[in-house]
């Protein structure tokens, strides 16, 4: 089992950046794909960004060009950079890692959009 820890969640206005980290126990360059979901109140999750093993990202449509995800091997941490945030990306934010056809979760993080 993959242990993930998230970080960096937090209050922003509209408009506003906001970063997250997520650090996993084993060696992400050997996972599958390694990616953020999130769920806001009354909504399914749903997956925000994915990337692969071989670097290859996507983005649900409603976040295109405005995060980015981004992984650091050496560090065994993904990231999501998240710009010109919206109201509704207001949501709890999940860190997923996929590895031997296995899914874990993290424990995810707050993100509130708000002026």
């Known amino acids: 089992q993959v242990q993930l820890v998230e970080s960096g969640g937090g209050l922003v206005e509209p408009g506003g950046s906001l970063g997250l980290s997520c650090t996993a126990s084993?060696?992400?360059?050997?996972?599958?794909?390694m990616a953020w979901h999130r769920q806001a109140p009354g909504k399914q999750r749903e997956l925000v960004a994915l990337?692969?093993?071989?670097?290859?990202?996507y983005y649900v449509e409603s976040v295109k060009g405005r995060f980015t995800i981004s992984r650091d091997n050496a560090k065994n941490t993904v990231y999501l950079q998240m710009n010109s945030l919206k109201l509704e990306d207001t949501a709890v934010y999940y860190c997923?890692?996929?590895?031997?056809?296995?899914?874990?979760w993290g424990q995810g993080t707050q993100v509130t959009v708000s002026s």
């Open positions: 997923n890692a996929e590895y031997r056809g296995a899914n874990s």
């Open positions: 084993g060696s992400i360059s050997t996972f599958t794909s």
């Open positions: 990337i692969t093993r071989s670097n290859s990202a």
